[in-house]
């Protein structure tokens, strides 16, 4: 039978004589939660009427009476069973759930709907504090966008005076600065749209548990608690820098401070511009800092055989190269270093890799290069020219080379050293690996290329001399 066009309705329990069948078209209008039954309008009346009915508690009809009555006793499941995670009516606590922790189920409810309350502010706490987080974002854009578009125009005007002697130099700042604004807007899009994903989730989440905290039936709040009342752990949000930095004006004053001293620029010059670009970053990258957060990001490649010069030795599983007692009989190749002791890594790396290098002896030479540096004379040394980045290592230092400027470092000496890798972000680390990491040197530009891994054995070194591309568990 339907009623108003709808699904058939809970009838009243409340029938006349046997032989009256009038009953069957009476619909519940309320159900009864001590009684445990539904009543039509007619019949609900002395619950209106009589003090004798002023604690029953009223509500929509229901279909899941039966639910509410124990089905070893038929008694009311009016009792909570904390040990067992159920209701129970009071005979079950007598017999069948003696002596375990119970309370009545109404007070169960009641401890809980405050456990939702307090989940429900910390999602609306939560919501909160993504919106003012998300406003925060959207003014760092705006912020990179003006003041990287000024930074572009300035340095176009300076370089324009220049451009005799500078030209590259003013196009490789210009991509700089593009690349870094591209970026710090790419990486705030990027968390933006997860701050939306998560605000959708939380909404959803907050309306169920609000139409759960209303839900007035015992049976149904208590089935649906758990599934809905679990929170996950909520993600502090990344730090902005505050307050707000001169994104690229930095670079602006150094340009024009190259200007005025053209005749002393050096390599120098330019590194320092690197570093004011490197400090401009909202969301700054998480960089690993313990060997085991490196590791996560292990490559394994081997060496090829093709770029090997004659006289380094590579060992069968190609990791290891050793400078030979004579010179080895390789096939010609275009890609073989033909004037230094080198040898580059088999598969061009992009994304976030990290691999180590164990040498015997000093004197090695451990580099990151294009596929297309050159494979004779001076350039195609590692650190000659501006294709390749290379830290060499000797007996009681080491040195940093790119576009044959050298950079001397101090540091722990170890025979072991890693190498990591944020293409994407430009970023290229050179550490000394023992029982802890030290930093030797750190890079920040920008790779327009796949790197591709290198080792150098300096002819110094003597016979013997090698290193190893470590394979790491």
Request: hydrophobic share 30%; net charge neutral; charged share 25%.
């Amino acid at each position: 039978m339907r009623i108003r066009g709808k699904s058939t309705a809970v009838l009243s329990a409340d029938r006349p004589s046997d032989g009256d069948l009038s009953w069957r078209k009476t619909p519940s209008v309320k159900s009864c939660l001590q009684r445990l039954v539904s009543h039509c309008d007619q019949h609900l009346q002395p619950h209106y009427e009589s003090p004798a009915f002023e604690k029953h508690k009223l509500v929509n009809p229901s279909k899941k009476l039966q639910e509410n009555i124990c089905s070893h006793h038929g008694k009311i499941l009016k009792i909570f069973c904390h040990s067992d995670q159920q209701r129970i009516c009071y005979l079950c606590c007598k017999y069948e759930h003696k002596g375990h922790d119970t309370v009545l189920a109404s007070e169960e409810k009641t401890k809980r709907q405050g456990e939702l309350r307090m989940s429900r502010q910390k999602i609306q706490q939560r919501i909160l504090d993504i919106e003012k987080y998300v406003k925060m974002l959207q003014q760092e854009v705006e912020t990179i966008i003006r003041t990287g578009d000024n930074a572009v125009k300035d340095n176009e005007k300076i370089f324009n005076e220049l451009i005799r002697l500078i030209k590259n130099e003013s196009l490789d700042v210009k991509q700089q600065i593009r690349s870094r604004q591209e970026t710090g807007i790419s990486r705030i899009e990027e968390l933006l749209e997860k701050l939306q994903q998560e605000l959708v989730k939380l909404r959803k989440k907050d309306t169920k548990l609000e139409q759960l905290s209303q839900t007035e039936d015992q049976s149904l709040f208590l089935h649906n608690y758990s599934s809905l009342s679990q929170l996950t752990e909520f993600k502090d949000f990344p730090s902005i820098k505050t307050p707000p930095l001169k994104y690229f004006e930095d670079v602006t004053a150094v340009v024009s401070g190259i200007k005025d001293k053209l005749q002393e620029i050096t390599g120098e010059a330019w590194t320092k511009i690197s570093l004011v670009l490197n400090e401009v970053d909202v969301l700054l990258p998480q960089e690993p800092k313990t060997r085991a957060q490196f590791l996560q990001y292990t490559h394994q490649n081997t060496l090829d055989p093709n770029t090997a010069n004659a006289w380094l030795l590579l060992s069968e599983d190609n990791r290891t190269a050793t400078v030979a007692t004579e010179k080895q009989l390789y096939s010609t190749h275009q890609d073989r270093f033909i004037d230094m002791f080198q040898v580059m890594g088999r598969e061009g790396l992009s994304g976030r890799h990290y691999w180590e290098v164990e040498k015997n002896r000093d004197e090695v030479s451990i580099a990151v290069a294009y596929k297309d540096i050159s494979r004779t004379g001076y350039e195609s040394g590692f650190g000659n020219d501006d294709k390749s980045w290379a830290l060499e290592c000797f007996d009681q230092h080491y040195e940093f080379r790119h576009n044959s400027v050298t950079t001397f470092i101090s540091g722990p000496l170890s025979s072991r050293l890693g190498v990591y890798l944020d293409h994407s972000a430009g970023i290229l680390s050179f550490y000394s690996v023992s029982d802890i990491m030290t930093l030797l040197h750190r890079v920040q530009t920008l790779f327009t290329q796949p790197l591709y891994q290198g080792i150098g054995i300096f002819g110094s070194g003597g016979h013997g001399s090698a290193a190893e591309l470590c394979k790491l568990e």
